[in-house]
């Protein structure tokens, strides 16, 4: 009888944190653009324009299970370029994406780059 009681609250705790225990899927960056449904592109800030900064910003984006943005952090790029890419990615809208058949969260690694 304990352990059945056990199991049931096991069940019953993975049941409740069942999306913060589920793993997400690492998606290419192919694929995340082409899954996007919404993208704002990110703007050349003023400043950076003018000291002729240029360059690649990459940011690892991670998205719910809705699609939605919920996290964004720049992995590489000059630090007046990577805060509107930021700002803009966090705009973004992509298809939900799926592991074994339901919805999942995701990660992908996105690029942008400046030219001067």
Avoid: C
Wanted: cysteine-free; hydrophobic content about 45%.
């Amino acid at each position: 009888m304990l352990r059945s009681v056990r199991y049931a609250v096991i069940l019953v705790v993975l049941l409740a944190f069942g999306g913060v225990l589920s793993a997400q899927v690492h998606v290419s960056t192919e694929d995340a653009l082409k899954a996007a449904v919404k993208k704002t592109p990110p703007d050349y800030p003023p400043i950076a324009r003018q000291m002729k900064v240029f360059g690649r910003v990459e940011v690892e984006v991670d998205i719910d299970a809705d699609g939605n943005v919920s996290e964004v952090k720049a992995t590489s790029g000059n630090s007046l370029l990577t805060g509107g890419v930021i700002s803009a990615v966090k705009k973004w809208k992509f298809t939900p994406f799926t592991q074994n058949g339901a919805p999942s969260k995701a990660v992908a690694i996105l690029a942008f780059d400046f030219k001067g």
